[in-house]
């Protein structure tokens, strides 16, 4: 089920997602007229939560925080019960076992990144105190030469990495499209079978 859209970078919130109680309650507490707090708060949840998202590069701590400061959300501003209600309910819709295999595989891949810096710097400050004159200990090059084999496996193994999300990208499209799509050419709404 596709309750937001994304166009142009703007977040399209689809009419069904209204009549969802946990949604509803996100929109009737804005008593705004034109429901600026609300908009942004659901903007907040597609963003921060939906593997669509573009910031869905960033771990999750950081997208929440950037999410936040991009919408422009109150200073201080954050996850109440109700939103908490929310996101859950809306995760729960997103809840295949392909997509959380993605999300899976996105998290341990940038997880891979860490671990690749963390290597570099430490294959970094190794050579460092390598070349300094002033060291008390000797290097061991045993340690360095294993962080070098250490991050040459890893770099082997990203690009497959990358191919498998790019697949499952693609396999997660078609399931989605063909959960939508009816005879006619039209698309399923929230409440048909």
């Known amino acids: 089920m596709q309750l937001f859209r994304e166009e142009n970078f703007q977040v399209i919130i689809e009419p069904e997602l209204k009549v969802i109680p946990q949604f509803k309650r996100i929109i009737t507490r ?19 939560y939906d593997y669509k998202s573009p910031y869905f590069i960033y771990p999750e ?6 999410v936040r400061k991009d919408l422009e959300l109150e200073p201080g501003w954050m996850e109440d019960s109700e939103m908490k209600d929310a996101i859950a309910k809306y995760i729960s819709f997103l809840d295949s076992p392909a997509i959380k295999s993605l999300i899976a595989i996105r998290e341990g891949l940038l997880s891979s990144a860490k671990v690749i810096d963390a290597l570099r ?10 070349t300094d004159q002033d060291a008390e200990d000797p ?3 045993g340690s360095v030469v294993k962080s070098v084999t250490q991050l040459i496996d890893l770099s082997e193994k990203l690009p497959k990495a990358i191919d498998t999300i790019s697949d499952l990208e693609e396999k997660v499209k078609k399931e989605q499209s ?5 005879k006619g050419g039209g698309t399923k ?3 048909e079978e």
């Open 121 to 130: 710097i430490r294959i970094d400050e190794t050579l460092a105190d390598a």
């Open 178 to 182: 063909n959960e939508s799509r009816i």
């Open 139 to 141: 290097v061991d090059i």
């Open 189 to 191: 709404g929230i409440f």
């Open 61 to 66: 701590t950081e997208r929440k925080m950037r």
């Open 30 to 48: 804005d008593r705004d007229r034109k429901k600026r707090a609300a908009f942004k708060e659901l903007a907040y949840i597609y963003f921060a």
